[in-house]
Every structure is written in structure tokens, then in C-alpha cells.
């Protein structure tokens, strides 16, 4: 399965700092929005921390996808909520 990383710049999504200071710009934003920026870094930084000494190639790969998946998603949010359009497919049955 290809990688989600080829939908973020490879300056970011090859660069694990660079990854974890996005995702908690990213935090901060949607704190500031949602009054709870403390949770939110909070979250961001115990998940890095946690994995922090990983040194399993492949599961250093899936951690990276997993961060790139929410950052496409909360730019996919954003730009629906800017544009008034749904970009995402949802089943309604």
C-alpha cells in the first residue's frame, strides 16, 4: 500500500520533527477554535513521546501515515468549510 506521505510536501513528510511541529500547529489551531488547545497538544505530544524510540522501519512508516492522515483530514475539513463544498464521499443509508 503506498504511503499517505506523497500527499504532504517530502520536506514535511519525510522529516519527523518537521511532522510533529505541524501536527501541533495543527492542535493549536483547532484548540484556539475549540478552547481546548491544552488537550489537544497535550494529545499530539504523548503520542510522539510514546513512539519516540521506535526503531522498526515499517511501524515508523504507519506512524508517520497515521499523522500525515490527520493532517490531510483537518486540511480536507478546512477547505470544506471555506469552500461550502464536500470534497469527502459519505454514505448515506
Not at 477554535?33 to 499530539?44: A, D, F, P, Q, R
Not at 526503531?55 to 480536507?76: S, V
Request: proline content about 3%; charged content about 30%; overall charge positive.
Amino acid at each position: 500500500m503506498p504511503s499517505l506521505q506523497t500527499a504532504l510536501p517530502p520536506e514535511l513528510a519525510n522529516n519527523a520533527i518537521r511532522l510533529y511541529r505541524e501536527c501541533l500547529r495543527r492542535a493549536k489551531y483547532i484548540g484556539q477554535k475549540k478552547y481546548n488547545t491544552e488537550l489537544l497538544t497535550g494529545m499530539v505530544r504523548e503520542q510522539f513521546k510514546k513512539h519516540m524510540h521506535e526503531t522498526d522501519r515499517e511501524k515508523i512508516q504507519n506512524l508517520k501515515d497515521d499523522a500525515a492522515r490527520g493532517l490531510i483530514n483537518h486540511m480536507l475539513y478546512e477547505s470544506e468549510n471555506l469552500s461550502g463544498r464536500k470534497f469527502s464521499k459519505s454514505s448515506s443509508t
